[in-house]
């Protein structure tokens, strides 16, 4: 439950940033950055979980 829990947050705020970005410079850019963003959990996440077995 706690995963979840931080999971849900962390998307509110990746989805609050990536609304920002939205309104301040336009769809192709938020895309670009929320596709850079999400690379980057991605990677992170796959080499904390390496180290957590």
Do not use: E, H, Q
Not at 30 to 47: C, D, E, Q, R, T
Request: aromatic letters at 8%; charged letters at 15%.
């Amino acid at each position: 439950m706690k995963n979840i829990l931080l999971d849900l947050t962390a998307l509110t705020g990746f989805g609050a940033v990536l609304a920002g970005c939205y309104l301040k410079y336009g769809l192709p850019d938020s895309l670009v950055i929320g596709g850079s963003a999400m690379v980057i959990y991605s990677l992170a996440v796959a080499m904390r979980g390496k180290r957590a077995s």
